[in-house]
């Protein structure tokens, strides 16, 4: 309940007042707040895992040209 991860959170989905829960229509899965977490608190299920890995997998399956934006 240190709150460091809603603090940090970049798209304020994780409310101050009850930082055990997150806003799935704002969350788009960077995983700054389970990064962030000095105790190890947040964290992320073992299924939601194997899809974020099964869907990264996928998108970078081969090499792609970097992009440049100005």
Same mark, same amino acid.
């Not at 798209?11 to 700054?32: E, L, Q, Y």
């Given at each position: +309940? *240190?709150?460091? *991860?809603?603090?940090? *959170? %970049? &798209?304020?989905?994780?409310?101050?007042? +009850?930082? =055990?829960?997150?806003?799935?229509?704002? *969350?788009?899965?960077?995983?700054?707040? &389970?990064?962030?977490? %000095? =105790?190890?608190?947040?964290?992320?299920?073992?299924?939601?895992?194997?899809?974020?890995?099964?869907?990264?997998?996928?998108?970078?399956?081969?090499?792609?040209?970097? =992009?440049?934006?100005?």
């Amino acid at each position: +309940n *240190c709150k460091k *991860c809603a603090r940090e *959170c %970049p &798209v304020n989905a994780i409310p101050m007042d +009850n930082v =055990k829960t997150v806003d799935g229509d704002r *969350c788009f899965s960077c995983m700054h707040c &389970v990064s962030a977490c %000095p =105790k190890n608190a947040r964290h992320n299920s073992p299924e939601i895992m194997k899809n974020f890995e099964e869907r990264l997998r996928e998108r970078c399956a081969e090499r792609k040209p970097n =992009k440049l934006y100005i």
